[in-house]
């Protein structure tokens, strides 16, 4: 069971004495997960738990609230991701003006040191932190030395492609490249969240669907996918296949975007029910149709389109 720690300040016991990735690690691509295997290499070697430590809100979200939409993943998928590699500590700090004020060296002494006792930190070669960005990976290890904690930093992993960034794949997202997301990820891009009530207008279609909403999650291209499902919860808990539509609905006016998707074969009510979307070929762009007929037509085209990518997995 991983513990999960909120306010470095009131940090108990055993929940201290960690060695710790630091890093917002949205998507958990293959950089970050050069990360966390060198944490687990320390974790080993120093015989302590292996830890995470991230920042909610993002920063990024703290310093523009008003911004676009960015994260690859919200906090309760990515500590679900973290858990799946290892992950026993994660440092879940709450990312406020408090946390923010602090001065590098405040960072270090503070939270690394006192608050959360961290035996060792990894951070990757473009790290930054401390007030105003000041700290670096390279002051973080000046740091460490004098104030008794071990520092590994990391260079940054590429592909054929270039290096592995979240920038990197919310640009293949928006182009309607999952499979290039997945590569630079280590994974299928996933969409996590509870399962809400929409129009039914799906279920009168002959598809029911379940219906996710998308807030403060970037956007992958608007459009149709084959998917894998997890159940992640409740009686009908495992994995299905189906397909999903990701906009918002033009052929019934304007919506908020969301994603809705129909799984194959599954009868059950999973409402209020936490599920994952993996996201793993691009159909095709969202179109608005002129009548329900030629609706329902292309949606079982797409299904059987889903059904054919879905069977070489």
Same mark, same amino acid.
């Given at each position: 069971?991983?513990?999960?720690?909120?306010?470095?300040?009131?940090?108990?016991?055993?929940?201290?004495?960690?060695?710790?990735?630091?890093?917002?690690?949205?998507?958990?691509?293959?950089?970050?997960?050069?990360?966390?295997?060198?944490?687990?290499k320390q974790a080993?070697?120093?015989n302590c738990p292996?830890?995470?430590?991230?920042?909610?809100?993002?920063?990024?979200?703290?310093?523009?609230?008003?911004?676009?939409?960015?994260?690859?993943?919200?906090?309760?998928?990515?500590?679900?991701?973290?858990?799946?590699?290892?992950?026993?500590?994660?440092?879940?700090?709450?990312?406020?003006?408090?946390?923010?004020?602090?001065?590098?060296?405040?960072?270090?002494?503070?939270?690394?040191?006192?608050?959360?006792?961290?035996?060792?930190?990894?951070?990757?070669?473009?790290?930054?932190?401390?007030?105003?960005?000041?700290?670096?990976?390279?002051?973080?290890?000046?740091?460490?030395?004098?104030?008794?904690?071990?520092?590994?930093?990391?260079? #940054? =992993?590429?592909?054929?492609? +270039?290096?592995?960034?979240?920038?990197?794949?919310?640009? %293949?997202?928006?182009?309607? $490249? !999952?499979?290039?997301?997945?590569?630079?990820?280590?994974?299928?891009?996933?969409?996590?969240?509870?399962?809400?009530?929409?129009?039914?207008?799906?279920?009168?279609?002959?598809?029911?669907?379940?219906?996710?909403?998308?807030?403060?999650?970037?956007?992958?291209?608007?459009?149709?996918?084959?998917? #894998? =499902?997890?159940?992640?919860? +409740?009686?009908?808990?495992?994995?299905?296949?189906?397909? %999903?539509?990701?906009?918002? $609905? !033009?052929?019934?006016?304007?919506?908020?975007?969301?994603?809705?998707?129909?799984?194959?074969?599954?009868?059950?009510?999973?409402?209020?029910?936490?599920?994952?979307?993996?996201?793993?070929?691009?159909?095709?762009?969202?179109?608005?149709?002129?009548?329900?007929?030629?609706?329902?037509?292309?949606?079982?085209?797409?299904?059987?389109?889903?059904?054919?990518?879905?069977?070489?997995?």
């Amino acid at each position: 069971m991983m513990h999960i720690v909120r306010d470095y300040q009131f940090a108990h016991e055993a929940d201290k004495g960690a060695a710790v990735a630091i890093g917002n690690f949205d998507g958990v691509h293959l950089g970050h997960q050069a990360v966390l295997n060198a944490v687990r290499k320390q974790a080993d070697a120093l015989n302590c738990p292996m830890g995470v430590m991230t920042f909610e809100p993002h920063p990024r979200e703290y310093f523009a609230p008003n911004a676009p939409a960015f994260r690859l993943m919200n906090a309760e998928a990515k500590a679900h991701q973290l858990e799946k590699m290892g992950v026993t500590h994660l440092y879940q700090l709450n990312f406020n003006a408090a946390l923010s004020g602090l001065s590098a060296e405040e960072f270090c002494r503070d939270v690394i040191r006192d608050g959360l006792g961290l035996k060792h930190v990894v951070v990757g070669a473009d790290f930054c932190f401390g007030k105003g960005r000041a700290g670096t990976a390279d002051s973080l290890q000046e740091m460490g030395a004098e104030l008794g904690f071990g520092v590994t930093i990391l260079p #940054l =992993v590429s592909g054929e492609k +270039g290096t592995f960034s979240s920038t990197a794949i919310r640009t %293949a997202l928006s182009e309607g $490249r !999952p499979e290039d997301a997945a590569h630079m990820l280590g994974h299928w891009h996933r969409i996590d969240a509870r399962v809400q009530h929409g129009d039914a207008r799906g279920r009168d279609l002959g598809y029911p669907t379940a219906n996710l909403l998308l807030d403060d999650l970037h956007l992958p291209k608007f459009g149709v996918y084959a998917v #894998l =499902v997890d159940v992640l919860d +409740g009686p009908h808990k495992g994995r299905y296949k189906g397909a %999903a539509s990701i906009g918002d $609905r !033009p052929t019934f006016g304007v919506n908020e975007p969301n994603l809705e998707v129909f799984i194959f074969d599954f009868s059950g009510d999973i409402y209020d029910t936490e599920i994952s979307v993996a996201l793993v070929a691009f159909q095709r762009p969202e179109l608005k149709f002129d009548n329900l007929d030629e609706l329902i037509a292309q949606i079982k085209a797409d299904c059987v389109e889903s059904h054919i990518i879905l069977a070489k997995l």
